[in-house]
């Protein structure tokens, strides 16, 4: 891509003054808090090394990541079905896949948990075979999952269209089935897409909170914990842990993305 | 023998009303028709893309509609070459016998073995894109050859490139197909590569396939309005050229016809009926192609009357109604009919010495 030069353009003067608005906003938060943070290190150290906070943002990546396996499982093929298909009733079921974007979050909470809970009409069953959602790490997941599945399907799905169909085809009359085709053609050259997805709704779901408090208040995720250390010990003891996961979410994304590059270096070439 | 028999398939814009068509082992079918034809889809439903709404397609006798692409032995090429990007040129080539677990040994033998008949073999350690567009058609060319199909289906192979390259790669057509005797199937809007490689071509128009035949026969006998008016030219004719300082003279049946060409041995010629003169005497002038005749047919085409004239071959004449009258010609009449020998079009022909 060509670079071009900044200074002599001036809508692009004006973009990037206006832009920078909305950077500086989030850099002048990040600054605030970090030098709040920075001013009593003991403090910063102190609750960095508290287990309960340590294993909070384990749980709550971990989760999240359990989340993304299970979405990517079921998530792909439907990705690929609304990429390749046309059928009746297709925009019904695409509005299906986007009504966790629509919804409040605490109605997505109610929702899960009208399902999961030990009476619900999944987690009833389920509890009676001693698995338990509420309070529990798979009340976490799937509080997660259905929050956080629309951005993965939607990128996923657009990933799959981008492969021109006609690839497939010939692949197909080479010999390979639909499936084998699918795996050697257009998942390669959608890799991308599915990272980056894979990516926004792992961030979408270590963010929830309303969903998952209403089924799985315990084990605490970073969010609830963050929140009760609000409600209980103060705004020196949350804005430290608030702190911690942002250093440990920026860091963690940072390489994620610079990962990104490598991985979907095939999607450029469709 | 692949017979396809009134196969309908209706996908909203392109649709195929009822297509039969037969076509032989070894056979060059081409076929032509405006966009829209269904012409796409009728390859890609023998290729087993898309099963027909309707109707069959039998492969030497055994019936292969619902047969899954995979195990019918037909491959295709699209226009735009449709390569897999994520792959080298010597995987791609290779990608079907690896979905056929062809041994890798055997596998690199082949496909070395057809990059250098289509003359690709320096470029297999490259990527797609950092091919040529004729490069690229080259490779999924050879990638669809590799398969020894049946039947290779060419989705207007030739259309994505510039005019060289296009030359090029249908001589290679041609002599990939006199070699390997693989059936093909190629949709084209280019008439040169109407005669220079079908043994048969089908127009296709809203659907259906609306005549099929000898390239001279479908030229010269348009069964309808709409094939005569697609094809254009009605003065099609096959004769034997030789050429002498850019003058070719083109022998058909016992007439000598002259064209500022340098095409030799079978060839084509055509003439469009507007640009032939119609006289009742002999014309004194240095036009080359000058010919006695009897009128054999008058038909009323709208403002234009079409005469039919023999003179050994027949040639179509297209008059004016004013000029027609004037002329008061009937059915019978003896006249003289000349073109320039600019006038002449001449492509290069496919030899029918089978």
Redesign the interface.
Same mark, same amino acid.
């Given at each position: 891509m060509a670079q071009i030069p900044v200074l002599r353009d001036r809508c692009l003067i004006s973009f990037s003054l206006l832009g920078g608005l909305i950077l500086a906003l989030t850099v002048l938060a990040l600054m605030n808090m970090t030098v709040r943070e920075l001013s009593d290190i003991p403090h910063l150290l102190r609750v960095a090394a508290d287990s309960k906070v340590i294993d909070s943002i384990i749980l709550t990546m971990a989760a999240g990541a359990n989340a993304i396996v299970i979405l990517m499982i079921l998530g792909i093929p439907l990705a690929y079905v609304l990429a390749r298909t046309d059928f009746r009733g297709k925009r019904i079921v695409e509005t299906i896949v986007d009504i966790p974007l629509m919804l409040p979050h605490t109605v997505a909470g109610i929702l899960v948990y009208i399902l999961f809970m030990k009476r619900g009409l999944i987690g009833g069953p389920l509890y009676d075979i001693g698995f338990s959602f509420e309070d529990a790490y798979p009340g976490i997941v799937v509080a997660m999952l259905f929050v956080s599945s629309p951005y993965f399907i939607n990128s996923a799905r657009e990933g799959f269209e981008k492969v021109p169909v006609h690839l497939e085809n010939v692949a197909r009359t080479l010999g390979a089935s639909r499936f084998s085709a699918f795996l050697h053609v257009v998942l390669p050259l959608s890799a991308r897409y599915i990272y980056n997805g894979a990516i926004f709704s792992w961030g979408r779901a270590i963010g929830e909170f309303a969903a998952i408090i209403m089924i799985a208040y315990y084990p605490m995720v970073i969010s609830t914990l963050l929140y009760y250390r609000f409600t209980t010990g103060g705004l020196k003891e949350s804005s430290t842990i608030a702190f911690i996961m942002i250093i440990a979410c920026f860091s963690v994304f940072l390489v994620l993305r610079y990962l990104s590059h490598f991985i979907g270096r095939h999607d450029d070439r469709v | 023998m692949l017979q396809i028999q009134n196969i309908s398939k209706d996908m909203g814009e392109f649709f195929l009303d009822s297509v039969s068509l037969d076509i032989s082992k070894g056979e060059y079918m081409v076929i032509i028709g405006p966009t829209g034809a269904g012409k796409t889809i009728l390859l890609?439903t023998v290729?087993? +893309?898309y099963e027909p709404d309707g109707g069959s397609i039998h492969l030497d006798g055994n019936d292969i509609t619902r047969a #899954? #692409? &995979?195990e $019918?032995n +037909?491959?295709?090429v @699209?226009q /735009?070459y !449709?390569l *897999? #990007?994520?792959l080298t040129v010597e995987e791609n080539i290779g *990608?079907? =016998?690896k979905? &056929?677990k062809v041994p890798s040994d055997e596998i690199h033998e082949a496909v070395q073995r057809y990059a250098e008949m289509l003359h690709i073999a320096h470029l297999l350690h490259r @990527? #797609? /894109?950092t091919l040529s567009g004729g490069e690229q058609q080259r490779a999924?060319i050879a $990638?669809?050859m590799v !398969?020894n199909p049946w039947a290779l =289906?060419l989705d207007e192979p030739l259309s994505a490139l510039d005019s060289k390259t296009r030359e090029n790669l249908r001589k290679e057509l041609k002599d990939i197909h006199e070699i390997t005797k693989t059936t093909i199937i190629h949709i084209t809007h280019n008439f040169e590569e109407v005669f220079d490689l079908a043994d048969r071509v089908a127009i296709m128009n809203e659907g259906k396939i609306v005549q099929v035949g000898a390239p001279d026969e479908i030229f010269r006998r348009p069964k309808n309005h709409f094939v005569a008016e697609f094809v254009g030219a009605t003065n099609v004719f096959k004769g034997i050229s030789t050429s002498e300082n850019g003058i070719a003279s083109i022998k058909i049946g016992d007439i000598i016809i002259r064209a500022h060409s340098e095409i030799e041995g079978d060839a084509y010629i055509s003439v469009r009926p507007e640009e032939i003169l119609i006289s009742t005497a002999p014309l004194a002038s240095p036009i080359r192609n000058a010919f006695p005749g009897k009128i054999s047919d008058i038909r009323h085409c709208g403002a234009m009357i079409r005469l039919n004239i023999d003179i050994g071959v027949t040639f179509v004449v297209a008059l004016t109604r004013q000029g027609f009258e004037e002329a008061e010609l009937g059915i019978g009449d003896c006249v003289y009919i000349a073109f320039k020998a600019t006038s002449v079009h001449l492509f290069p022909g496919k030899s029918t010495t089978e």
């Open positions: - | 890609e290729a087993g +893309i #899954p #692409p &995979k $019918r +037909i491959t295709m @699209y /735009d !449709m *897999f #990007p994520h *990608f079907g =016998l979905s &056929k @990527y #797609p /894109d999924a $990638r669809a !398969m =289906l």
